[in-house]
Structures are given as structure tokens and as C-alpha cells.
């Protein structure tokens, strides 16, 4: 069921708020409609129904006849690091837990926090073996196991579209790049193991100029769901998209070291947010171009069909050192600065021109509404409210024995400052002022 028009919220003759809440009434008629055919997470607590625009932490499918370049899919950075646990054994110590983990939780969880695409960097083994790297760190979690967590995931959400969109493919010895037979080693490993759990893997030119209703039958995953592996099925596996990755206009959240005030997780000084801003807004609203140099989507969306918006803190050795300095980490970094949810109330003020793969790091905060708000987007769906004709995602949620607690505490200030008020106006009365003088000498002496 559909609307014959878009539901204007101000249109109509109406006021404003009459306008709106009618547009409300009738996105909840139509919604409760068509809810069993969209998604819906798992687990709709308190806590995630915050994140969601909509009750019963409810998105609308994506339109199927949307070009799949032109479908919005939340992008997690690095997915990979999300199987790094605290006291793992690696050359780098804790910097690597604490500067080169980008995520919490495994493939299934992220998938649950709002990502439908995942950012994955493997690497072939000596022994044919194909795991997950960070730079020269090798990441703890096969691709067999990986991959199994998406595959489970989607049987649990089966209208749900997932991408595994790899890059940098990587080799513990680099003479095993090829087999006796002069095939791509790390290529062939790779559709071995996404053969045996059943999800296919194409090449970039595959997907060009399809539509996500397309995608999606050849997606289609024998337990339930929809999931494609996708490179460019070369030597190093290379990114399907235009990663808009430029080493020197890249900014962390320690733009100027660690002996300067100017942070992300500063909250008088918006300088690295501005900045990080003004890098997003470019990646998407530039003109198109093929030119690696320049920020911008892809102008070939033959060879790249994605174009990626790095939506987070990047890391280098001087912004790592400033980021230990200060006790943080990458998580906490992003935590702090509230970047996440500043990407939120970009996206739902419609500043991108269009978003393709939007990469956010600890997907775990705020990733559903981001999910939300990419799904609500106008033109991805088929729902007639759409951008900001549909409320931002609160984003938070206080439970209601934390509230009570506050509340205590505060009767609990409060009266200790009336007994106190009550007890100071009796001494007055009793010593005068003089005697007062002394009983706030002694009381500082005992302080200090």
C-alpha cells in the first residue's frame, strides 16, 4: 500500500505541527501495513528504540528499483578489528588494542548496531589459511568464521541486503601469490571459503549499472537473507569503490600533537569536527572525477561503483602518540567527540548530495540511527515521509532507575542543605556573628 503523493508535513493549508502530526498518522497507518515485509531489529529494547525513527525499531526496505551505486550502506571501518580482544598476544602491544581497533563486537554484532556493509582487509597464509589484517597486524578471526557470523546474521534478518567489500589483500609470503597454475592464490582461497558457506563473490564490473532489486537475486544465500562479497579479483583485491582516502588532507582527532588544545575530544573547540566536516561534505558534493587526488565520487562507475565517505578520525603515528598521551583510544576518541551522532544530524539535514558507502568507526554507538537516518533518506525507500519530514533519533535513552536515582540524589543535596541552612541560622542566633567567624576559621583549618 502507497500514497498516491508524498505526504508534505507543511503543505495542505495546514500549520506546521498540524501538518506534521498528521504526516505521523498516516506513516503509522501505512507503516503497520507494510512491517512485516521491512526490517525490523531482533532486539527492540528501550535502549535501541532510541536510535530508530520509527516504534518497533522499524526501516523501510530499500527501493528495489534503486541503482545499487546509488543505495546508502552503512560502512563499517575496519570490520575486522572488532574480533580484537584485550591481552592478545601481537608485535604492537596494547597501541594495537587501543589505537588499531575500530570496532566492538563480531561480524553479527555489528550487523545488529546498523552496519550493511563491512569493510574487510584479508590476508592469505603460508598454510592457505585466509584471515583478517590492520596494517601489519595480523587480526585473530578466519575468514571461515567471519564469514559464518554475516551468514548467521542474515538468516536472522532475511530482507536485509549485506556487502563484504574487500581491499589490500595481503600475503604472509609473498612468492605464494600464485599458484602452480598461475591463478591468484589469494583469490581462489577466498572463493573457496565463500563457496562452501554459499554467499557469492563478484567482481566490481558485476554490479555495474544494477539495480538493488537485482542485487538482491544474486545475493540470495541458502539459509536465509541476501549477502555479496565483492573486489576487483586482482592480486590485492583491490576496493570496489573510490575510498577518498588522501594521505594529506586526512584528519585525526589531534590535528596539531598532543601538546595542543585543539582535539576532537575537546568540547570547547570545534576546529578537528569542522574540519572532519568540510572532508565528508567534499567526498560526496564534489564533482565527480576518477582522479585518486581528489575528493569526490567516482566519474567510472564501471570500475567503482561505490563511493566511500570516511566519516571518522583517521590514525597516524603522531595523533596515536597525542591520543596515549591524553589515556584515550580510538574508541574512546570517537566516543567523546560524539561523531557519530554528529553524522547523524548531517545526514538527516540532507547535507550530502548522495551517499554511497558512509564509513563510521565503533559502529557499535549510534549506528542504527545512522542506519535510520540513511534508510529515511528521500529516494531510498518508498515510504511517502521521508528526510526531515521524519523526527531525528533521539539517540538516548535514560532508564527509568537511573532517573529515580537522580532524583534521590537530588532530595538527598537538598535536604542536607536545608538541615545545614537551618543548623547555620541557629548558631547565628545563639553566637552572633563573631562566634560564626571562629567556627569558619576552624572549619577551614580542618580542611586544609
Known amino acids: 500500500m502507497t500514497l498516491s503523493h508524498r505526504c508534505r508535513c507543511t503543505g495542505n493549508g495546514l500549520p506546521p505541527g498540524k501538518g506534521r502530526m498528521l504526516c505521523s498518522i498516516i506513516f503509522l497507518f501505512t507503516t503497520a501495513i507494510r512491517a512485516t515485509e521491512s526490517f525490523q531489529h531482533n532486539h527492540c529494547s528501550r535502549t ?118 574487500h581491499s589490500e589483500l595481503a600475503y604472509e609470503d609473498s612468492s605464494t601469490a600464485y599458484d602452480d597454475n598461475g591463478n591468484l592464490a589469494g583469490i581462489s582461497a577466498m572463493e573457496g571459503v565463500y563457496s562452501s558457506l554459499g554467499v557469492p563473490y563478484l567482481e566490481c564490473g558485476d554490479v555495474y549499472g544494477i539495480t538493488v532489486g537485482e542485487a538482491m537475486k544474486l545475493a540470495v544465500l541458502p539459509t536465509g537473507g541476501y549477502a555479496l562479497a565483492l573486489d576487483g579479483h586482482d592480486q590485492y583485491a583491490s576496493f570496489c569503490g573510490k575510498s ?30 569542522q574540519m572532519l566536516k568540510d572532508y565528508t561534505l567534499a567526498s560526496a558534493n564534489s564533482d565527480a572525477t576518477d582522479d585518486y587526488s581528489t575528493l569526490g565520487p567516482p566519474a567510472d562507475l564501471e570500475a567503482h561503483p561505490f563511493n566511500e565517505i570516511q566519516a571518522l578520525w583517521q590514525v597516524d603515528g603522531k595523533s596515536a602518540a597525542a591520543g596515549l598521551a591524553h589515556l584515550s583510544s580510538l574508541l574512546e576518541d570517537n566516543r567523546r567527540s560524539h561523531v557519530n551522532k554528529e553524522m547523524v544530524d548531517m545526514i538527516w539535514k540532507g547535507e550530502f548530495h548522495s551517499i554511497s558507502l558512509f564509513a563510521v568507526d565503533n559502529v557499535e554507538l549510534n549506528g542504527n540511527a545512522l542506519l535510520s537516518v540513511l534508510r529515511n533518506a528521500c529516494g531510498q525507500s518508498d515510504i511517502d515521509a521521508c528526510g526531515m519530514e521524519v523526527a531525528k533519533p533521539k539517540m538516548s535513552y535514560v532508564h527509568y532507575l537511573r532517573i529515580m536515582g537522580w532524583a534521590l540524589a537530588t532530595v538527598v543535596v537538598a535536604t542536607l542543605t536545608w538541615r545545614g541552612s537551618v543548623e547555620w541560622r541557629r548558631r547565628i542566633q545563639e553566637r552572633g556573628i563573631s562566634g560564626l567567624g571562629e567556627d569558619l576559621v576552624q572549619s577551614c583549618g580542618a580542611m586544609t
Open 48 to 165: 535501541v528504540r532510541s536510535q530508530f525513527q520509527f516504534p518497533d525499531c522499524y526501516v523501510p526496505d530499500l527501493n528495489p528499483d534503486l541503482l545499487l551505486s546509488s543505495a546508502s550502506f552503512l560502512l563499517s571501518h575496519d570490520a575486522a578489528t572488532g574480533y580484537i580482544r584485550a591481552g592478545q598476544p601481537n608485535p604492537w602491544g596494547q597501541v594495537i588494542t587501543l589505537y588499531g581497533k575500530n570496532q566492538v563486537g563480531d561480524a553479527y554484532q555489528q550487523l545488529d548496531s546498523g552496519a550493511r556493509a563491512l569493510d574487510l582487509r584479508p590476508k592469505l597464509l603460508a598454510n592457505g589459511t585466509v584471515l583478517y589484517h590492520h596494517g601489519g597486524v595480523n587480526i585473530p578471526v578466519s575468514m571461515e568464521r567471519l564469514t559464518s557470523d554475516v551468514v548467521r546474521w542474515c538468516a536472522d534478518n532475511p530482507d536485509e541486503l549485506v556487502l563484504l567489500l
Open 244 to 273: 577518498n582516502w588522501i594521505e594529506s588532507q586526512l584528519v585525526t582527532c589531534y590535528p596539531y600533537g598532543m601538546n595542543s588544545t585543539v582535539r576532537c575530544t575537546n568540547p570547547s573547540n570545534s576546529v578537528p569536527m
